[in-house]
């Protein structure tokens, strides 16, 4: 079996792990779960991240932030939403070598602020 044959393998078998766990999560809190899977080159295991839905306030609140600053947007976005329990914790190294995944995450966050603001302006 090839290395990238390897890998997709792998791959699958996290995602199909990090999605049945994403539904129990679900169950569990009563509230919509999101799942994003952040790879590295040379990182044998995809980094899972876990977000809950966030209140209408926070979207609002994080939408208002996007003006002024999208990393404080998305920040505060992510600061709100994920399920810190359930999440990989190379998610919240802070330091200059291993911040990957944190940034990553916040393009996640930003995106989903992004996509907010384009659904009001089109109503």
Known sequence: MT???EEEKNFTKVYEEAEDKRKQLE???KCKVKMSMLTMPGDEE???VYFKTATTYTKMQCMDLAFQSYSKA???LFEATVIREASDARVFQRDDDTDIYYLGALDVC???IMVARDV???K
């Open 3 to 5: 290395k990238k044959t």
């Open 110 to 112: 930003l995106n989903s």
């Open 46 to 48: 995809p980094c899972v």
């Open 27 to 29: 169950e569990k809190l």
């Open 120 to 122: 009001l302006k089109k």
């Open 74 to 76: 998305s920040a505060t």
